[in-house]
């Protein structure tokens, strides 16, 4: 399973970006898909998580009710729609897929995803 991600770029603050992430090799209908970022200096953290169905979704504290995630499983993709950027949200920012387990069914462990993509720069700056 391999991913390409996209729609990284600069913004100024208060503007949005989508990232995508496509995934090859494998459907996406049985993995429960993530994006995680990483501040200089910090630890990757979760931002957003979505299970096989996109009945339940989930945000960081940080970024709640200014980003959403969905998906689109027909065309092996998922995003990231990012509005009202802050210089905060400057990171890198990585998809992830987690192979359905029946334990964590709504969960990204941001420790024990199961694939990564390799990340796509966003910076946030006037």
């Known amino acids: 399973l391999q991913f390409d991600e996209s729609g990284g770029g600069l913004v100024q603050p208060g503007g949005s970006l989508t990232l995508s992430c496509e995934a090859s090799g494998e459907r996406l209908d049985e993995f429960v898909l993530g994006w995680f970022r990483q501040a200089p200096g910090k630890e990757r953290e979760e931002v957003s998580c979505?299970?096989?169905?996109?009945?339940?979704?989930k945000y960081g504290d940080a970024v709640k009710g200014r980003f959403a995630i969905s998906r689109d499983n027909a065309k092996n993709t998922w995003y990231l729609q990012m509005n009202n950027l802050k210089p905060e949200d400057t990171g890198v920012y990585y998809c992830?897929?987690?192979?359905?387990?029946?334990?964590?069914?709504?969960?990204?462990?941001?420790?024990?995803?199961?694939?990564w993509g390799k990340g796509t720069l966003v910076t946030v700056a006037a």
């Open positions: 992830a897929a987690d192979r359905f387990k029946a334990d964590r069914p709504t969960k990204c462990p941001v420790d024990a995803m199961d694939y």
């Open positions: 979505i299970n096989l169905g996109s009945s339940y979704t």
